[in-house]
């Protein structure tokens, strides 16, 4: 057994497979695309390209002796070139004179990079958008369920689940938007040969690559970028960004869940979530895996920035250094991506026990609407202070911030003199009445998610 069979249900999960399976197979789409590009370009013989394609079937090699080869040269490329040629059958042996030609081992496996990538991302684009829209529900419904805002792990001014949510879709959308951008215009092939002049293939060279690029559906870059490693970083970082927004929403639904918060669960599924010491527990499972997959995200970004620098026309390591880090972040971001989507599903909310927490603060929360509120009679300093005066009156006193300003007798007095009783004051310590822009910023989220879809369904088409 393998790591990832033990451990592949929670950093293995949705359709992103960046495995070593997935990437033969895409250094032998690489090399039979290779084939049908020499073939339409005049350089093997007809029938080359068909012949090569039907023996570019990763079930037809062994990995294992192509793994132990790869020791020999660095890689695996020239041990698959030579099992390719000999499966090729004994009536398609002209077709040999396609395989690999002009290429070098860098072109095959770079353009593989980008196979394996545009074939994960469209799986994890489909569960991006697959969360965007439960957190768009959840920003609907809750627009008004008003509940504490937090800075510093304190209760601060009140906000609304729906901005939360909304928060949360947000940051969602725009990885979601990075992540296509890349997908759509930076997966570009590899085609330089030896130095990245394609010098074997004489005044063919640039013909096949385009040729090439239109067999694989990918890119075609103003030139070879063996060590302009820009679409690699900016790929990682894409996916990062991924982690990142997702990694907020299972912080914050693992915060909101605690025993003492309570405002916030997972769904109750299947039994997940029970603890092997404590029958009572019901952990946030979901969140606490995608917190797992995001945060190994940072140290391989880093670890594709560091290598990212490369010498001359071929790197010595560096290139090397990125085949397991892009792999890891590819599968760890899709496992992410189908965690939230999973996450944001079932998440269940509880508007009494949001409104419970925020009350059991006794109105402190809206000191700041307070100050205001006597700010035009006392000026802005002087409300301040007497409003902050009540604020510690009432927490050490335990008593709601209303009565520390209406049972002090100055408190009470500049009240009367700003001509404000206790139903203004009630009514500036009521959490609706100190929402701001929330409702407003919660509908703008919303638009332009609607926008977002609309637009990535037209690119889409039918």
């Known amino acids: 057994m393998t790591g990832l069979e033990l451990f592949g249900g929670l950093f293995g999960r949705g359709g992103a497979d960046a495995g070593d399976r997935a990437w033969l197979q895409a250094m032998l789409d690489a090399e039979a695309a290779l084939a049908r590009a020499a073939e339409r370009a005049g350089l093997a013989p007809p029938g080359s390209g068909a012949a090569v394609t039907a023996v570019a079937r990763a079930e037809l090699f062994d990995g294992a002796a192509l793994a132990r080869q790869a020791a020999q040269a660095g890689n695996p490329v020239p041990a698959l070139v030579r099992a390719l040629?000999?499966?090729?059958?004994?009536?398609?042996?002209?077709?040999?004179?396609?395989?690999?030609?002009?290429?070098?081992?860098?072109?095959?496996?770079?353009?593989?990079?980008?196979?394996?990538?545009?074939?994960?991302?469209?799986?994890?684009?489909?569960?991006?958008a697959t969360a965007a829209g439960h957190a768009a529900r959840l920003a609907g419904e809750h627009a008004g369920t008003v509940m504490a805002g937090r800075t510093l792990l304190q209760q601060a001014v009140p906000v609304t689940f729906g901005l939360v949510a909304a928060g949360w879709l947000t940051a969602i959308d725009e990885a979601r938007a990075g992540l296509h951008r890349v997908r759509t215009q930076r997966l570009a092939v590899q085609f330089g040969g030896a130095a990245g002049t394609l010098a074997s293939l004489g005044r063919s060279g640039p013909a096949i690559a385009e040729l090439l690029a239109e067999e694989l559906g990918l890119a075609v870059p103003v030139l070879p970028w063996h060590t302009d490693r820009l679409r690699i970083l900016e790929l990682a970082a894409a996916l990062a960004g991924a982690c990142a927004a997702l990694g907020k929403v299972a912080r914050d639904v693992t915060l909101l869940a605690q025993t003492e918060v309570g405002e916030a669960a997972e769904a109750l599924a299947g039994g997940r979530g029970g603890s092997s010491a404590m029958p009572h527990k019901q952990n946030p499972v979901a969140s606490v895996v995608l917190l797992g997959c995001a945060k190994r995200a940072p140290g391989l970004l880093g670890t594709l920035a560091a290598a990212a620098e490369q010498e001359h026309q071929r790197a010595a390591g560096a290139w090397h250094a990125e085949w397991e880090p892009?792999?890891?972040?590819?599968?760890?971001?899709?496992?992410?991506?189908?965690?939230?989507?999973?996450?944001?599903?079932?998440?269940?909310?509880?508007?009494?026990?949001?409104?419970?927490?925020?009350?059991?603060?006794?109105?402190l929360p809206l000191a700041e609407n307070l100050a205001a509120l006597l700010a035009p009679a006392l000026g802005r300093l002087a409300a301040h202070d007497l409003v902050a005066a009540a604020s510690r009156r009432a927490a050490l006193g335990r008593t709601g911030l209303a009565e520390a300003l209406l049972d002090d007798e100055d408190a009470a007095a500049a009240l009367r003199g700003a001509g404000l009783g206790r139903e203004q004051v009630e009514a500036a310590l009521r959490p609706e009445s100190y929402l701001g822009a929330a409702a407003e910023f919660?509908?703008?989220?919303?638009?332009?998610?609607?926008?977002?879809?609309?637009?990535?369904a037209r690119v889409a088409g039918p």
């Open 442 to 456: 919660t509908r703008r989220a919303l638009a332009a998610h609607a926008e977002r879809d609309a637009a990535l």
């Open 85 to 128: 040629t000999a499966a090729l059958p004994a009536e398609a042996a002209g077709a040999a004179q396609a395989v690999h030609a002009g290429a070098t081992s860098q072109d095959i496996i770079d353009t593989a990079a980008m196979l394996v990538a545009a074939r994960s991302t469209g799986a994890i684009l489909s569960d991006l």
């Open 326 to 363: 892009l792999s890891d972040l590819l599968r760890l971001t899709g496992s992410a991506a189908a965690w939230g989507a999973d996450l944001l599903s079932g998440l269940r909310v509880d508007e009494a026990r949001m409104r419970a927490n925020l009350a059991s603060a006794r109105g």
